[in-house]
């Protein structure tokens, strides 16, 4: 039996395991998808027991994403441009990769609302990992001008160093002023979570036509995204990045290529 799982600190919280598991089930195969509650001090050594344990890899959440890179053999491009693994990988000899379908998903998650970047200036608020994530999908998909906001503004010009391309740095007082004639909002910093304080930006400085998506989908209709939708923009919640990101993953660990479905997404609103 093909086993895979997700670790992370705390990880109760994952909604990997439901949703790998109604894939197992949907495509019929005879896997295990398990939520590995693991330390950061015992990282290192429950990857390297991966291949012992029978996995054929695993998901990694919060806080392992980049301390993980340490323990891998190989490192897909993609992680070696963002600098975070989400996904590794037992090869058949046994070695680790380390993959990130971030990325992925976030574009995806684009294209599948029929979102184009290349329409003018597109905003990430956020310079966390994800914001990494965002910024290279975007920068992949053609946008030419990006503006980061965020909280502290050194983070955001580490990101434009390392990444380069037209990137402008607002610091978030300056918010407002950075979505002035934007066609694409997205939300990559933790504000408006349940269990965080609310994202409260101004967003009346988008264009009519302005796209506004948010990373967070717990809650799924985000107060950033109400706001979005009574000014009539598109809006595009973070819960469809969440399940394109696991597409590749299923994949790589169970070797079927699964399907984002209306019914998916059903299931997994259940919980949220
Ligand atoms: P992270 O690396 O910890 O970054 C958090 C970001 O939020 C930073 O830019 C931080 O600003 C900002 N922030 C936090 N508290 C703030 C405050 N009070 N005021 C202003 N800014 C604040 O987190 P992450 O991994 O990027 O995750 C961010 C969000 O994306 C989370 O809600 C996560 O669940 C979600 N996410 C969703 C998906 C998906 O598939 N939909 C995938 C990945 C992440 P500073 O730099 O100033 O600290």
Known sequence: MKKAGVIGWPVAHSLSPRLHGYW??????????EALAVPPEKLAETLENLPKYGFQGVNLTIPHKEKALMSM??????????????TVVV????????????????????????VDVRA???????????????????????AEEIRIVNRTPERAETLKRQMGGMIEIFPWDRARSAMDGATLLVNATSLGM???????VTIDGLARKAAVTDLVYAPLMTGLLKRAQAREHKIIDGLGMLLYQAQPAFESFFGVRPGVTPELRASMVEVL
């Open 91 to 114: 090869r058949a000899d046994g070695s680790l990769e380390g993959r990130n379908t971030d990325v992925y998903g976030f574009m995806q998650n684009l294209l599948s609302s029929g």
């Open 194 to 200: 349940q269990g965080q304080p609310p994202l409260e």
């Open 73 to 86: 053999d190989e490192l897909d491009p993609i992680v070696r441009r963002i600098g975070s693994v989400n």
């Open 24 to 33: 197992l089930k949907k495509c019929g195969i005879e896997g295990r998808y």
């Open 120 to 142: 003018g200036p597109a905003v990430i608020l956020g310079a966390g990992g994800s914001a990494r994530a965002v910024l290279v999908a975007l920068q992949d998909m053609g």
